[in-house]
């Protein structure tokens, strides 16, 4: 199966709707009937978050493939068009269904009281899924030249998200700022390469370090990456708001903005 990554995608920094969606899709008829083994599979997913507790990520690529993408949307669609009597709207309802027979009410009560608490719109939610289905994308994508993209780049504001472990090195970060450099590797692939600032706190010299590489294809608005010894495909990320000399893509689950080094 050719799995569709799309939830790699974050689309939205607010975690309380992750129980909403799982719930929604799986007490719904049509799921269970069009896709048992999708639903059986996200149904164990959902039971392992209900007994830690734990719905911090939307995450349907373990089911997600080219094969049921048309399938998904359909199940979607339904959901959408129903949005306004959705099961989810009433706690009691919820704690009724069928998926938590035989449970511990009173724990599963303030499970559910709390992930259904100032849930964002849920129309605008199913919208941007069922628009990242059909567009396999949550963003707008640029659709760029990958001659454009050939440079050195920089983060414009600070992130530790790609800091690397230092306990056993002699170095120590300085600031959080990424540097990107985008290079011809061969005749299929670029470098993708991003290094941070660190001083060696011994001899106090500063200087660059790789902290995260991959080999790219650079295509339909999208980075795809590959592991940069193997070539073995890993995901591909979104490159949007490309505007000359910045643009903004994702690497490991957090938005960067870079703009080309050279410029002011």
């Not at 939205?12 to 007490?27: C, Q, R, S, W």
């Not at 303030?110 to 941007?128: A, G, H, M, P, R």
């Not at 090195?169 to 670029?190: A, H």
């Amino acid at each position: 199966m050719n799995q569709l990554k799309i939830f790699d995608q974050t689309f939205t920094d607010k975690k309380n709707f992750v129980f909403l969606i799982l719930f929604e899709l799986l007490i719904n008829p049509e799921f269970e009937e069009m896709m048992p083994i999708e639903y059986n599979k996200l149904l164990s997913e959902f039971n392992q978050n209900i007994k830690y507790n734990s719905f911090s990520k939307l995450d349907l690529n373990i089911v997600l493939n080219h094969e049921n993408k048309a399938s998904f949307i359909k199940i979607f669609e339904s959901i959408n068009s129903n949005r306004f009597k959705l099961t989810s709207s009433d706690l009691n309802q919820v704690i009724k269904s069928k998926l938590f027979l035989n449970q511990d009410y009173r724990r599963l009560g303030s499970i559910i009281y709390k992930e259904l608490d100032n849930k964002i719109y849920v129309t605008d939610l199913f919208n941007t899924i069922l628009n990242g289905l059909k567009f396999e994308t949550f963003y707008e994508l640029s659709i760029v030249d990958a001659n454009e993209l050939l440079d050195e780049w920089v983060s414009i504001r600070e992130s530790g998200q790609l800091r690397i472990n230092y306990n056993m090195t002699d170095w120590t970060p300085i600031g959080s700022k990424i540097e990107l450099k985008i290079e011809k590797f061969n005749v299929d692939f670029y470098k993708f390469i991003c290094l941070a600032t660190v001083r060696n706190y011994n001899s106090e010299e500063s200087f660059l370090i790789n902290v995260y590489e991959t080999n790219v294809q650079i295509k339909d608005g999208f980075f795809y990456h590959f592991h940069f010894q193997t070539n073995a495909f890993l995901y591909k990320k979104p490159i949007y708001e490309f505007e000359n000399d910045t643009f903004k893509t994702i690497i490991a689950d957090y938005e960067f903005v870079f703009k080309r080094k050279n410029k002011n």
